[in-house]
């Protein structure tokens, strides 16, 4: 157990539609990380935040967005769903900034 | 885009043998990390070598790291069948409180018992 908390596991919803998804990171842990994973893609990084704060952005669309809240906790936002944003998304948070630590992943499935 | 680029996407060993995945990238880097993900599974973090380190290990793990190549390995010694999943390399393109981490696609490891 990595001490990441994601959820929910999975998420069925139908395009245009909005969720979303929940990540909880390791006691202590200030960065909190979100990954995209798609057979085509790959692993792909969306976003960093620490402490508050984004600090680096990767491959996120528009429709897409994330906050880290004062307890740490972080949401990530998908908006007007599209079939190819149906993905695993994957929360992880560090300490010193080297070794991530991944939560379960959610498993997002948009019809 | 994808900075870590693993080599071979596919492995299939016997059990017992012993498994080597490469690893190449373009820029310089702080550090280079590997990771384990087992089917659907979020990524474990196995290894860590540092750019002015050349070989590391860690139980069956051994890395090593060419910077004049821009290329690593991954070893695994005597593998299992619990060894069984993806790896993948991640590199940092940044310091301080910005680890981004890009990964590569991974190699596929199966170990057949």
């Known amino acids: 157990d990595s001490g990441v908390t994601q959820t929910p596991k999975h998420l069925i919803t139908a395009t245009g539609q909005r969720v979303t998804l929940r990540c909880s990171p390791r006691s202590g842990d200030l960065s909190v990380y979100w990954y995209q994973q798609s057979l085509d893609q790959g692993l792909q990084f969306l976003i960093q935040?620490?402490?508050?704060?984004?600090?680096a952005k990767g491959n996120i669309l528009e429709r897409f967005s994330a906050q880290q809240f004062p307890d740490l906790h972080s949401e990530l936002n998908l908006s007007s769903l599209e079939l190819g944003d149906s993905a695993l998304y994957f929360c992880a948070s560090s300490r010193r900034g080297d070794i991530q630590y991944f939560g379960a992943g959610t498993r997002l499935s948009v019809l | 885009s994808q900075q870590g680029e693993e080599d071979p996407q596919a492995l299939s060993i016997q059990e017992g043998e012993n498994a080597t995945m490469n690893c190449s990238y373009k820029?310089?880097?702080?550090?280079l990390q590997w990771y384990r993900q087992n089917s659907g599974r979020g990524l474990v973090h196995l290894i860590l070598?540092?750019?002015?380190?050349r070989e590391k290990h860690s139980g069956r793990l051994r890395v090593t790291l060419d910077t004049s190549k821009k290329s690593s390995s991954l070893l695994i010694t005597a593998s299992r069948a619990a060894d069984t999943a993806s790896y993948f390399c991640a590199t940092d393109e940044s310091g301080g409180s910005n680890y981004k981490l890009t990964f590569g696609k991974g190699t596929l490891l199966t170990v057949n018992p």
């Open positions: 935040y620490y402490n508050g704060e984004e600090r």
């Open positions: 820029t310089s880097i702080n550090n």
């Open positions: 070598i540092r750019s002015n380190e």
